[in-house]
T-cell receptor
Framework: GESVGLHLPTLSVQEGDNSIINCAYS??????FIWYKQESGKGPQFIID?????DKRQGQRVTVLLNKTVKHLSLQIAATQPGDSAVYFC????????????FGTGTSLTVIP | EPEVTQTPSHQVTQMGQEVILRCVPI?????FYWYRQILGQKVEFLVS????????KSEIFDDQFSVERPDGSNFTLKIRSTKLEDSAMYFC?????????????FGSGTRLTVV
């Protein structure tokens, strides 16, 4: 069962530094993953995705790494900016069970100017 | 850029009352979803909807909940008799077709407060 009253992991970085946000997913059958950014009062916003047949994917300033052996995802943000401050969630999808996503607990990133 | 629109942005209701949360998905999308997020917790899947019927639903989506696409543009979530624990952000999402990698867009949410 799930825990209640989850405490959100937090990460504080200096502006300009690189950020690494980690996520452990639960289901070895998951084959598609998305990192979402959620700013206060807003819905999850797509950042980058990766399929299970890949171990790395790069976007603009962001890189996602996937380690299926240990069921671990990471999001790397290069040259972090104040606008990157938000809560970041990983979400997993199991393609043969439907279109729903299962979200992780999230990490709150604070960028210090 | 197309977006999913949700109304109202904030709704306060008395316990036991019915509420309807409204969503306008992206116009060429075929799959519609509701998620909720209790304050400080993770986003949880409630239900998906395709071709005018429920595709999947979670254990959270009990008989108190229902969804409807009353016309060609709106997608609604109804909670029949709200409980205090229904207080949460409710997010609508839509995607264009099977295969979630083809675009899955969330709305900004409706904050439901049950008092």
């Amino acid at each position: 069962g799930e825990s209640v009253g989850l405490h959100l992991p937090t990460l504080s970085v200096q502006e300009g530094d690189n950020s690494i946000i980690n996520c452990a997913y639960s289901n070895s059958a998951s084959d598609y993953f998305i990192w979402y950014k959620q700013e206060s009062g807003k819905g999850p916003q797509f950042i980058i995705d990766i399929r299970s047949n890949m171990d790395k994917r790069q976007g603009q300033r962001v890189t996602v790494l996937l380690n299926k052996t240990v069921k671990h995802l990471s999001l790397q943000i290069a040259a972090t900016q104040p606008g990157d401050s938000a809560v970041y969630f990983c979400a997993e999808n199991i393609s043969n069970t439907g279109n729903q996503f299962y979200f992780g607990t999230g990490t709150s990133l604070t960028v210090i100017p | 850029e197309p977006e999913v629109t949700q109304t109202p942005s904030h709704q306060v209701t008395q316990m036991g009352q019915e509420v309807i949360l409204r969503c306008v998905p992206i116009s060429n999308h075929l799959y519609f979803y509701w998620y909720r997020q209790i304050l400080g917790q993770k986003v949880e899947f409630l239900v998906s909807f395709y071709n005018n019927e429920i595709s999947e639903k979670s254990e959270i989506f009990d008989d108190q909940f229902s969804v409807e696409r009353p016309d060609g543009s709106n997608f609604t979530l109804k909670i029949r008799s709200t409980k205090l624990e229904d207080s949460a952000m409710y997010f609508c999402a839509s995607s264009p077709r099977t295969g979630v990698s083809n675009g899955y867009t969330f709305g900004s949410g409706t904050r439901l407060t049950v008092v």
